[in-house]
């Protein structure tokens, strides 16, 4: 089928599941009062939508990434577009549909644009004052996240530079769908997230009941993060320092159970705002790189606590923070450990290398043998200290939606990445800062909307 046919049939279809579920909406749906948010209940209750919001978060990043690799036999048993996706093709890399991590990233947006739109209209007792500004606060969270991670796996590395001229992703800051989507630039992109984030800390919590929920502290971790894939070392030690001011506490591994297949407790003690990706390859078929595996010390704990052997002589990962419930989700919330991590290496971009190996060595000491072995990392220059905080960030951090941003990042510094895959007879190898770091917009959303797709 030539793809244009393909895209026509798609177009079609879409308009006639449209219109169905407009006629389907109106006859059962009368009275508006049974759709639309009344209260601040409402509100939060749209929010609380565990699945959507927490648990079906973008995984394509992990599965172009280098934290993993399939064997043929296993790579040839998985869906079409997993299969073009793990090699770095050029198009159809996701399903069409709903179902799409874009599709899906979406979904998420729109019911923090929906909170947002009815906050303004809803009658609220002085009571609920504080409700209303946590629903606020939750809903500008999501969206600052939501396009976050869709500018991470579909836009290409923020350099300041040229980011004012770049594709950035479409940002919808409403719930009207009659409103057309249109590519911001990357600038723009990065601005909106910060401006969310930032928000939402505001309005935020310093606690909330259950880490499913975000507090102040989780919008400091994600603006981190965000100002870290930008390479803005300065802000992103800054709200890495905010964060660690009042969480620090870390899990000694001394404690755990390494032979267990999910030593680490779901909402452990490290864990500030839980979310989970959309783990599409299967955890059995994802066998650790090799390299990676054989970089820990025999005295790190986290070689029997993050892996455990398949009967071939290759590792899985269970070192999930999602404990019991999934061992082979994974886990990329903000967590304690991350953020060590992001103020060590910030500091070693300022040039502080004691507060930089200080931040380093209080997380590594927990997770080494309480055998006597330990010795903390030393370095003599910031150079050294940036690489050695670079190959920990990698070993700690590993499958939690944040290695294909990194390597972006550091590619655009000269850390020359580069990615193989081996699929015998055929090998495929993605070089540093390639287009395809900006993985195609699902076709059918380009068909429909008229957007620009990424450059291949």
Not at 104 to 128: F, G
Not at 138 to 154: D, E, K, M, N, P
Request: aromatic residues 12%; glycine residues 4%.
């Amino acid at each position: 089928m030539s793809i244009t046919k393909y895209l026509s049939i798609v177009l079609i279809l879409f308009c006639c599941a449209f219109l169905f579920s407009c006629k389907k909406f109106l006859d059962e749906k009368q009275n508006q009062s049974l759709v639309i948010p009344q209260t601040v209940q409402d509100l939060q209750s749209l929010l609380d939508n565990w699945y959507e919001i927490n648990r079906n978060l973008p995984g394509a990043g992990e599965t172009s990434s280098d934290d993993f690799f399939l064997k043929l036999s296993d790579w040839n048993f998985r869906p079409e577009y997993i299969k073009r996706t793990y090699a770095w093709q050029n198009d159809y890399l996701f399903e069409t549909g709903s179902n799409n991590e874009w599709a899906v990233s979406y979904k998420s947006a729109n019911i923090a644009n929906t909170v947002l739109y009815y906050s303004d209209k809803i009658d609220i007792s002085p009571n609920d004052e504080s409700l209303l500004n946590n629903a606020k606060g939750t809903a500008l969270f999501i969206r600052g996240i939501s396009y976050l991670q869709v500018a991470w796996i579909w836009a290409e590395a923020y350099d300041e530079s040229d980011a004012g001229s770049k594709l950035g992703i479409p940002l919808r800051l409403t719930p009207d769908f009659n409103t057309l989507s249109t590519r911001s630039t990357l600038k723009e992109t990065y601005q909106q997230v910060l401006k969310d984030l930032k928000n939402a800390a505001t309005l935020l919590p310093d606690e909330v009941t259950h880490v499913i929920r975000p507090s102040k502290s989780a919008a400091y971790g994600w603006i981190a993060r965000t100002y870290l894939s930008m390479r803005n070392y300065d802000s992103a030690w800054l709200y890495s320092n905010k964060y660690l001011s009042s969480h620090s506490t870390l899990i000694n591994f001394n404690t755990l159970n390494p032979l267990s297949n999910s030593p680490l407790e779901e909402f452990n003690k490290e864990v500030i705002y839980h979310s989970v990706l959309n783990n599409k390859v299967g955890a059995s078929r994802a066998r650790i790189d090799t390299l990676l595996y054989s970089s820990y010390n025999e005295n790190d704990l986290r070689k029997s606590v993050f892996f455990r052997g398949n009967s071939d002589g290759t590792h899985r990962f269970k070192g999930s923070y999602v404990g019991l419930n999934d061992p082979g989700e994974w886990f990329n919330g903000i967590a304690t450990d991350e953020m060590f991590l992001v103020r060590s290496e910030c500091y070693a971009r300022k040039g502080d290398i004691a507060n930089a190996l200080l931040d380093l060595n209080t997380l590594l000491v927990t997770r080494w043998k309480n055998n006597g072995t330990w010795a903390n990392f030393t370095a003599g220059t910031a150079s050294e200290a940036i690489d050695i905080i670079l190959t920990e960030r990698r070993k700690e951090l590993l499958l939690r939606g944040l290695r294909w941003i990194d390597i972006k990042r550091l590619n655009k510094e000269g850390r020359n990445i580069i990615l193989k895959r081996v699929l015998e007879p055929n090998n495929f190898m993605l070089q540093p800062n390639d287009f395809r770091y900006a993985l195609p917009i699902p076709e059918d959303v380009i068909a429909i909307s008229g957007m620009l797709q990424n450059p291949r």
